[in-house]
C-alpha cells in the first residue's frame, strides 16, 4: 500500500454505517482522519483520488460487504485483517470467535449468559467488538472470550501465532519469512531478475505471495524453495518444519465425501478407481505406464491413495491417471450429490469478437483479461475476493469460468481480478465498432519495432495512457483546466510534479491514472470536476492485427 | 500445430511461410519490421545461399491462392552469431503493410514471461491427425517456467536461459515440425508480442514434454543492431 500501515484495495467500497467523510488533498491525509477518529474505531478508510474524497469506516472487509466502485481504494489498517498474534495478543483484531474446544464466543456486549467484566464500554480501547475473541486483560496465554455454553464461562481461542515457522501438507500457503535455502544459500528477491533471471513475478503472480525472499511454493512442489542469490545455484528448497498434528495453523479437516461430489469434488475420499469411458485407474504412487508427479509425496494432504478416482490439483472434477498408455488421463464418473449442477461448463463458447456491444451486458466472449492485464477471478471462485456476483443469483448473465462479464449493467464487461489488491477492473476490450469504416485504414509503412509505446500524436491506443496530443477539450465541449492550475478545482493528485513522467504538460487531455474510459482532465466548469475528452483510435501498429484472432483453447 | 484450431484468415498477420526456392513450405517465420524476418537458424540448414529460399507474406492456406499474398526473395541471412536457433531474414524489398501483413511487436530486452501466461503458436507444420492440415492453425498454451520445465520428468535440464518452454503439462496440443521458426505471441498492453520462435520438441505434443522455443528478449540488442547495420 501507499500509506504505511494499511493494505489497499482498488476499486472497492464499504457500505458501513458507522462512516465519516472528509474532504482532503492527499492519500495520506485521509490515512490521518483515519488514524485520530475520535468517535468510533476506525478500521479502514475509502479514497477517491479523483474527487478527493475521504470516508473514514468503523468496518473492514472482514465483516462488511465490499462493493465495486470505480475511482475508488479501500486502505485497511493491518492490524485489523491479522489473524494470528504477536506475543500474548492484546493487541490480537482478528475475528475468531470460538474457544478451544469449540465453543462459540458470546458478544462482548451481552449479559448473557455470562455477565462479563468487560465490556467495551468500560475497555474502550481493547476493540471488543462482535463476539470475538480478545485480550483485554493481557492473560498470557492470549485472547480469549466469554463462551455461550452457560457450563463454562470463558475460554482461551487458541489464535495462531504470526511468527510461527512451519508449513502444512507441502506448503503452498507458506507466507512465512524464511529466506534461506536448506544448504544455507540467501534467496533472491521475487521482484529481482538478479542473479537469476526468471518468470515469477510478482506483480503478474500476486496470488502466489512472492513477498521479499521469501520462501515459496507457487508451482505445487513438495515443500517452498527460492532463486539463490549465489550465481552458481539456480534455486534450491528451503528447510522449513511441518507443522505438528495439532497445531492451530493444520487446515481445517475435511468432510470427506464417500459416495458423491460437491462442486469440484475436492473432498472426494471414495473408492471408485474407473474413469468414465471404463478405463482402469493407475495406482498414484505408480509411475507406469504414466510418468507424473502427482505423487502421494508431492501432495502429501490429498489422500491420494491406491489408484482412487482424486481431485488433488483443482481440476474440474475427480481423475485418475489410466492403465492404459495410450490414455494419460481421464476424469471419472462420481455421482453428484443431491441435484447439484456441475462446475463450470466445459464447453467452447462459438467464435466471439473481441469486442463489446452497447454495455456489454450481451458480450459472451472469452476474455478473461483486464485492461491492466491482470487475470479474471472465475466468478465461482471466492478467492482472492469474496462477492454475491454468482451463477445462482445471475442465471442470464453467464457467468462461466473467468470470462469479461457484465452481470450488473455497469458500462462495459469486467471481472474481479486475482489480484488481492485490485477487487475488480474493466476488461481488456474494445467497443464494437457501431458501422463498418467506409474509409480504408492509413497505412504504416515504417511500423515501430522499438518495445516502448510510442507517444501517440493524433490519435490512441487502449486507454490513452501513452496518448500526448494537443485535444483540451472534453466531450461536452468544456475547455480542460491547465494540469498545472489549482482554479477553479484545486487538485493535488495529478500535477506534472506528482506525475511527471505522464505528461501532464498545458491543459491536454491525459490519462495519468490508466482510465479505462481514456484521457480526461480537470475542467474549466467549476460545477464539473473533470471529464473525460474525445480523441479518436489510431491505425496499424505492430501486434495489432485488424482481424481479430479466435484465440482457441489448448488443452 | 498438433490440436489447437485453424485460425481465422489473417488474424496473425505477421506470420510468414518459409519456402524453398520452388514453393515447399518448411518453416515458419515472424515479420518483425517491414524487410526483416524472424525464424529459426536450424530452417536454414539446406542452404547458406539466400536464393535458395523465398518468403511468403500475407497468406492462410499452404497453396497460397489468396490474391493477398506477397512473395519475396531473400536479400541477405544473419544467423545468431553464438549459435542460437534464431536467425533473420532481410527481404529483398520491403512488405507492404497492411491489414493482412503487419509486424509482431518485440519484446523488451531480458523480459522474461511470467510463468502461467497464455501465449499462442501459430503454423502450417505437422498436424498429427488433429486436423486442419494445410491452413494456418494456432493453439494456444501457458507458458512454463524453465525451473519446471528442467525437471527430470519434464525436459531434464535441457533447456537454456535462452530458450523458454510452453505448453500443456498433460500434452495434447504443441507445436510440431514445420511450424520451426514461427511465432510464439503473447499478448500484453493491447498487442501481440513475438516472446519465442518456435525451436524443438521431444516428439510433438506429449505429456511432461513441452515445445521449447527460443527465448527473443535475449537477442533484441542483436536484432536491432542487425536491422541497423544491415
Known amino acids: 500500500s501507499d500509506v504505511e500501515g494499511y493494505s489497499k484495495t482498488e476499486g472497492a467500497w464499504i457500505l458501513s454505517l458507522n462512516k465519516r467523510t472528509y474532504s482532503v488533498n492527499t492519500v495520506a491525509e485521509c490515512a490521518t482522519k483515519c488514524n485520530t477518529e475520535t468517535s468510533f474505531t476506525c478500521k479502514s478508510f475509502i479514497y477517491n483520488e479523483k474527487d478527493q474524497e475521504c470516508w473514514t469506516a468503523a468496518a473492514n472487509s472482514k465483516t462488511d460487504s465490499v462493493f465495486r466502485r470505480s475511482s475508488t481504494a479501500l486502505y485497511e489498517k493491518n492490524a485489523y485483517l491479522l489473524e494470528c498474534v504477536n506475543g500474548i495478543g492484546t493487541d490480537y483484531r482478528g475475528t475468531k470467535s470460538k474457544t478451544n474446544s469449540g465453543k462459540i464466543c458470546q458478544r462482548w456486549d451481552s449479559s448473557y449468559p455470562h455477565r462479563p467484566n468487560f465490556t467495551p464500554q468500560s475497555n474502550p480501547r481493547a476493540d471488543l467488538d462482535s463476539n470475538f475473541c480478545r485480550n483485554p486483560d493481557g492473560d498470557s496465554n492470549g485472547p480469549w472470550c466469554y463462551t455461550t455454553d452457560a457450563n463454562t464461562r470463558w475460554e482461551h481461542c487458541n489464535v495462531p501465532s504470526c511468527s510461527e515457522e512451519c508449513i502444512v501438507c507441502n506448503g503452498v500457503n507458506y507466507r512465512g519469512k524464511i529466506s534461506t535455502t536448506e544448504n544455507g544459500f540467501t534467496c533472491q528477491r521475487w521482484d529481482s531478475q538478479k542473479p537469476h533471471n526468471h518468470g515469477y513475478n510478482p506483480s503478474t503472480l500476486p496470488q502466489k505471495y512472492l513477498e521479499e525472499n521469501y520462501c515459496r511454493n507457487p508451482d505445487g512442489d513438495p515443500r517452498p524453495w527460492c532463486f539463490t542469490t549465489s550465481p552458481s545455484k539456480r534455486w534450491e528448497f528451503c528447510s522449513i518444519p511441518r507443522c505438528s498434528k495439532s497445531s492451530p495453523t493444520e487446515p481445517p479437516t475435511i468432510i470427506p465425501e464417500v459416495d458423491c461430489v460437491t462442486n469440484q469434488g475436492l473432498a472426494y475420499r471414495g473408492t471408485i478407481a474407473v474413469t468414465e469411458t471404463g478405463k482402469t485407474c493407475q495406482s498414484w504412487s505408480a509411475q507406469t505406464p504414466q510418468t507424473h508427479n502427482r505423487t502421494p509425496q508431492n501432495y502429501p494432504c490429498k489422500d491420494l491413495d491406491n489408484n482412487y478416482c482424486r481431485n488433488p490439483d483443482n481440476e474440474r472434477r475427480p481423475w485418475c491417471y489410466t492403465t492404459d498408455p495410450a490414455t494419460r488421463w481421464e476424469y471419472c464418473n462420481v455421482t453428484r450429490c443431491g441435484n447439484e449442477a456441475a462446475p463450470d461448463d466445459p464447453v467452447i463458447p462459438p467464435d466471439t469478437e473481441n469486442c463489446y456491444e452497447g454495455n456489454g451486458s450481451n458480450y459472451r466472449g472469452i476474455t478473461s483479461e483486464t485492461i491492466s492485464g491482470k487475470k479474471c477471478q472465475r466468478w465461482s471462485s471466492m478467492t482472492p475476493h469474496k462477492h454475491d456476483k454468482t451463477q445462482e443469483a445471475f442465471p442470464n448473465a453467464d457467468l462461466r469460468r473467468n470470462w469479461c462479464r457484465n452481470p450488473d449493467g455497469d458500462q462495459a464487461p469486467w471481472c474481479y481480478t486475482t489480484d488481492p489488491a485490485v477487487r475488480w477492473e474493466y476488461c481488456n476490450l474494445e467497443k464494437c465498432p457501431t458501422k463498418p469504416s467506409g474509409t480504408t485504414r492509413p497505412i504504416q509503412q515504417e511500423p515501430s519495432t522499438n518495445t516502448q509505446t510510442p507517444a501517440e500524436r493524433d490519435c490512441k491506443t487502449g486507454n490513452g495512457e501513452t496518448y500526448r496530443g494537443p485535444t483540451s477539450v472534453t466531450v461536452l465541449g468544456v475547455t480542460c483546466q491547465a494540469w498545472s492550475a489549482q482554479t477553479p478545482h484545486q487538485h493535488s493528485s495529478f500535477t506534472p510534479e506528482t506525475h511527471p513522467t505522464k505528461g501532464l504538460e498545458g491543459n491536454s487531455c491525459r490519462n495519468p491514472d490508466g482510465d479505462v474510459n481514456g484521457p480526461w482532465c480537470y475542467t474549466t466548469d467549476r460545477n464539473k470536476k473533470w471529464d473525460y475528452c474525445q480523441i479518436s483510435d489510431s491505425g496499424l501498429e505492430c501486434g495489432t492485427p485488424v482481424v481479430k484472432p479466435k484465440r482457441c483453447f489448448g488443452r | ?230
Request: charged content about 20%; proline content about 6%; overall charge neutral.
Open chain 2, 1 to 230: 500445430i498438433v490440436g489447437g484450431c485453424v485460425s481465422k484468415p489473417h488474424s496473425w498477420p505477421w506470420q510468414i511461410s518459409l519456402r524453398t526456392s520452388n514453393g515447399i513450405h518448411f518453416c515458419g517465420g515472424t515479420l518483425i519490421h517491414p524487410q526483416w524476418v524472424l525464424t529459426a537458424t536450424h530452417c536454414l540448414e539446406r542452404s547458406s545461399r539466400p536464393s535458395a529460399y523465398k518468403v511468403l507474406l500475407g497468406v492462410h492456406t499452404e497453396l497460397a491462392t489468396e490474391p493477398s499474398k506477397q512473395e519475396m526473395r531473400l536479400e541477405k541471412i544473419v544467423k545468431e552469431p553464438n549459435g542460437a536457433d534464431i536467425a533473420l531474414l532481410k527481404l529483398e524489398r520491403p512488405a507492404l503493410i497492411n491489414e493482412k501483413v503487419q509486424p509482431a511487436c518485440l519484446p523488451e530486452k531480458d523480459y522474461i514471461v511470467p510463468s502461467g501466461t497464455e501465449c499462442y503458436v501459430t503454423g502450417w507444420g505437422e498436424t498429427q491427425g488433429t486436423g486442419g492440415d494445410g491452413t494456418l492453425k494456432e493453439t494456444g498454451f501457458p507458458v512454463i517456467e524453465n525451473r519446471v520445465c528442467n525437471r527430470p520428468a519434464y525436459l531434464n535440464g535441457r533447456v537454456k536461459d535462452h530458450e523458454m518452454c510452453a505448453g500443456n503439462i498433460e500434452g495434447g496440443t504443441d507445436s510440431c515440425q514445420g511450424d520451426s521458426g514461427g511465432p510464439l505471441v503473447c499478448y500484453a498492453q493491447n498487442r501481440f508480442v513475438v516472446q519465442g520462435v518456435t525451436s524443438w520438441g521431444l516428439g510433438c505434443a506429449n505429456a511432461m514434454k513441452p515445445g521449447v522455443y527460443a527465448r527473443v528478449s535475449k537477442f533484441v540488442d542483436w536484432i536491432d543492431r542487425t536491422i541497423k547495420t544491415n
